[in-house]
Nanobody, 114 residues
Framework: EVQLVESGGGMVQPGGSLRLSCVASGFPFSAYDMNWVRQAPGKGPEWISHINTGGGTGYADSVKGRFTISRDNAKKTVDLQMNNLKPEDTAVYYC????????WGQGTQVTVEA
């Protein structure tokens, strides 16, 4: 069974940092691209970052220069380092992958407020 489990969320002040982690199991992790997606209250899902099997990355304009995605194939994890957080980054953050079924984790809450 494909499983994704996110962790690392919390409450932080504007300008602060958090590091999210997603642990994968049930599929050959190194063979699949991974994504981070967030959903703010009352809004639809927003793709924010992607890392492919070769380590190539992509970011939404809203997080470019502040967030960094990385993966550790030995540990089967994909991390999201979030710096200079803003109140508009408040959301539930999910990792997902398509194996080929699109699978999501349960999400981790990030709240940015003074």
């Amino acid at each position: 069974e494909v499983q994704l489990v996110e962790s690392g969320g919390g409450m932080v002040q504007p300008g602060g940092s958090l590091r999210l982690s997603c642990v994968a199991s049930g599929f050959p992790f190194s063979a699949y691209d991974m994504n981070w997606v967030r959903q703010a209250p009352g809004k639809g899902p927003e793709w924010i970052s992607h890392i492919n099997t070769g380590g190539g990355t992509g970011y939404a304009d809203s997080v470019k220069g502040r967030f960094t995605i990385s993966r550790d194939n030995a540990k089967k994890t994909v991390d999201l380092q979030m710096n200079n957080l803003k109140p508009e980054d408040t959301a539930v953050y999910y990792c997902n992958t398509r194996t080929p079924v699109l699978t999501w984790g349960q999400g981790t809450q990030v709240t940015v407020e003074a």
